[in-house]
């Protein structure tokens, strides 16, 4: 398995996914899994797991290796210094990492520069491709034996390690979409990340889409035959989380996520401004950081509605649980959403939603509200009202948590051991 976000480095909902089912495959499953970083203290029965950031001179061979550093530099996943407290981009380490990479170019680099590198607590960055590159490049010869019986690789960041090995040991390669550069960057995009993609699922024996939603996209977008793509939900752990009661007098209407075009900011603001009018007393929590976020933060002001709006930033896993613990309502309304696994986690907290309509969450949160991306009078609608009614919000909570009993990462495991089962000859 490959993957790129794991505990302890999170960005999103990747490393969220990506651990939740390696925890849930392992019981049934003997995993060898490869990762950029890798923490001393985590360890999982029957997964093997190697991080690049601790990697051995008895694990790699620098000298059968050689590199072609022939990637653009992208800046398609690097976030404004200013803008982005965890994405921050250390100077002298990105010279350094720099250096790195040339001299591993001339067949001069050592493990050690191997493992400073992926040690980097950024693990996108404006040298994301020489990063992608070297860990395809590290994957392919750490998994050369060919010990195992499928390939799993987790986003497009790991697809071309995941084809490097498939053209080595022949095994078959299973590509898990959890999201596409055509939601990232526009449905018209086809950039080098979209042709990444889709020479992997050219190349791929079966493809992962965490939703049907996504399904549809893959098929419209790189033209992939339906029958190679099975659709897998994403999950999340059992937890019975107790409310917090805020001592605000103003109810708080929750945004987590990148602000990015995909999540629709433009689309939050919009929607509050027509909230406020009819419900004064209320605060749009807006937690993340991304290329929209100074976009947002000056709009608000310029259309006087800066004292509605609480920027948090980046909040780790414990905020984030400690601010849906004191929520009202939880709102997404992205514009291209794969799945959406803060849905899940607001139904956990007993916080009712309101979702876009093009998400994978829409699939299976029937106990939320739903609107097309751009229709804020309905979202407004829908927020008004659940701010102002408690038992529809009762009643709605009470229907989320239902649905998540049958929304377990051992059930994605059983779905996805099915798709293994039938290339592995078990």
């Given amino acids: 398995m490959l993957g790129w976000e794991f505990p302890p480095l999170f960005s999103g909902g990747l490393g969220v996914a990506t651990y939740g089912l390696v925890k849930a495959l392992s019981p049934k499953n003997d995993i060898r899994l490869i990762i950029p970083s890798a923490s001393a203290t985590e360890e999982l029965n029957n997964v093997d797991i190697i991080g690049l950031n601790r990697i051995t001179k008895e694990e790699i061979n620098l000298e059968r290796l050689q590199f072609q550093f022939d990637f653009p530099n992208t800046e398609v996943h690097q976030l404004p210094i200013?803008?982005?407290?965890?994405?921050?981009?250390?100077?002298?380490?990105e010279r350094a990492q720099w250096k790195d990479f040339e001299l591993l170019r001339e067949g001069k680099g050592s493990v050690e520069a191997i493992n400073t590198i992926f040690s980097d607590k950024e693990v996108y960055?404006?040298?994301?491709?020489?990063?992608?590159?070297?860990?395809?490049?590290?994957?392919?010869?750490?998994?050369?034996?060919?010990?195992?019986?499928?390939?799993?690789?987790?986003?497009?960041?790991?697809?071309?390690?995941?084809?490097?090995?498939?053209?080595?040991?022949?095994?078959?390669?299973?590509?898990?979409?959890?999201?596409?550069?055509?939601?990232?960057?526009?449905?018209?995009?086809r950039n080098e990340i979209y042709w990444l993609e889709r020479n992997a699922m050219e190349r791929a024996?079966?493809?992962?889409?965490?939703?049907?939603?996504?399904?549809?996209?893959?098929?419209?977008?790189?033209?992939?035959?339906?029958?190679?793509?099975?659709?897998?939900?994403?999950?999340?752990?059992?937890?019975?989380i107790p409310r917090t009661k805020h001592k605000l007098k103003d109810k708080l209407v929750v945004f987590l996520g990148r602000l990015t075009h995909q999540k629709g900011p433009q689309f939050l603001l919009e929607t509050a401004e027509k909230v406020t009018r009819v419900y004064p007393r209320v605060k749009?929590?807006?937690?993340?950081?991304?290329?929209?976020?100074?976009?947002?933060?000056?709009?608000s002001a310029y259309r006087k509605m800066g004292r509605k709006f609480l920027f948090t930033g980046f909040l780790s896993k414990a905020k984030v649980d400690e601010l849906l613990s004191l929520a009202d309502v939880y709102f997404m309304p992205s514009v291209s959403e794969p799945f959406g696994l803060t849905a899940l986690e607001a139904a956990q907290h007993h916080v009712p939603s309101v979702i876009s309509a093009q998400s994978g969450a829409a699939e299976v949160m029937k106990g939320s509200l739903q609107a097309d991306f751009w229709d804020t009078d309905k979202y407004a609608n829908y927020i008004h009202a659940?701010?102002?009614?408690?038992?529809l919000r009762t009643e709605l909570t009470s229907a989320a948590r239902q649905e998540l009993k049958s929304l377990t990462w051992d059930d994605a495991a059983i779905k996805i051991s099915k798709v293994y089962n039938s290339y592995s000859g078990n």
């Fill in 82 to 93: 200013a803008l982005s407290p965890y994405h921050h981009l250390n100077t002298e380490i």
């Fill in 125 to 189: 960055g404006g040298n994301v491709m020489h990063k992608v590159y070297l860990f395809s490049k590290l994957a392919e010869e750490i998994a050369a034996d060919g010990d195992f019986d499928v390939i799993h690789a987790h986003d497009w960041i790991t697809y071309p390690a995941g084809v490097n090995i498939k053209n080595r040991t022949g095994k078959p390669l299973i590509l898990h979409v959890h999201a596409l550069e055509t939601d990232r960057a526009g449905s018209s995009t």
């Fill in 205 to 240: 024996d079966q493809i992962i889409a965490v939703s049907q939603y996504t399904k549809d996209q893959i098929i419209q977008h790189y033209r992939i035959d339906a029958y190679r793509i099975s659709v897998v939900h994403n999950g999340i752990a059992p937890a019975d």
């Fill in 284 to 299: 749009f929590v807006v937690a993340g950081t991304g290329d929209q976020f100074a976009h947002l933060l000056e709009s």
């Fill in 386 to 391: 659940l701010l102002k009614y408690n038992a």
